[in-house]
């Protein structure tokens, strides 16, 4: 069973949709939750960051925890064109300095459509 | 605009070819990654180095050799590799003691291996 699982996508929507995004992870340790967004010919982004259950909002961002069933979300409304990208989960266990110890889901390529 | 910046962009080398991939960040960062992104697969880490010291090799073969001489500088050198090793290889730093996991990438090297 892999560490994190996201599903690949491809989603493609109507502009102005809302989006979802999803991620699962199997560890129990992890505890620190990351989206990181990717458009083509870039690098990764860091798009949101939490550490508990619940949800943190940033704009038409919002990222929701479930800890209990190991499931992450983000969630992006009124969605536009720029937000055409690669959308990757990543986690990491708590404690101690960071190394940058992240494990990366597969990410899910987003197509916003006008 | 990063901070973190890649050469080359783009590289083909055959299998039997000797070439190196360059990093060079600017935002006073004490950790330094090699990661690679291959279609379809979740981020893989390869190298890590804290304050110019190794601290991860992520069972690498040793057809990619990492130095970093300074905490400004990283490169992979390339020998004798394969054509399953055509990925984009991701660099990325981090402050050491930052415990939000969050990296700073580059925008990549995409390496064609003939």
């Known amino acids: 069973q892999k560490e994190v699982e996201q599903d690949p996508g491809p989603l493609s929507v109507p502009e102005g949709a809302i989006v979802s995004l999803n991620c699962t992870y199997s560890?129990?340790?992890?505890?620190?939750f990351m989206w990181y967004r990717q458009y083509s010919r870039k690098g990764p982004e860091l798009l949101m960051y939490?550490?508990?259950?619940g949800n943190k909002e940033d704009g038409r961002f919002t990222a929701q925890v479930d800890k209990s069933s190991k499931y992450i979300s983000l969630f992006i409304r009124d969605s536009q064109p720029s937000d055409s990208a690669t959308y990757l989960c990543?986690?990491?266990?708590?404690?101690?300095?960071?190394?940058?110890?992240?494990?990366f889901g597969q990410g899910t390529i987003l197509t916003v459509h006008p | 605009e990063t901070g973190v910046t890649q050469t080359p962009r783009h590289l083909v080398m055959g299998m039997t070819n000797k070439k190196s991939l360059k990093c060079e960040q600017h935002?006073?960062?004490?950790?330094m990654y090699w990661y690679k992104q291959s279609a379809k697969k979740p981020l893989e880490l390869m190298f890590v180095?804290?304050?110019?010291?190794?601290?991860e090799n992520n069972s690498v073969p040793s057809r990619f050799s990492p130095e970093c001489p300074n905490s400004s500088h990283l490169f992979l050198h390339l020998h004798t590799l394969q054509p399953e090793d055509s990925a984009l290889y991701l660099c990325?730093?981090?402050?050491?003691?930052?415990?939000?996991?969050?990296?700073?990438f580059g925008e990549g090297s995409r390496l064609t291996v003939l």
């Open positions: 180095y804290n304050f110019k010291e190794q601290t």
């Open positions: 939490t550490y508990s259950s």
């Open positions: 560890n129990s340790a992890f505890q620190y």
């Open positions: 990325a730093s981090s402050h050491q003691i930052l415990s939000t996991g969050e990296l700073f």
């Open positions: 990543a986690i990491k266990n708590a404690g101690g300095t960071s190394y940058g110890k992240l494990t």
């Open positions: 935002l006073g960062h004490n950790a």
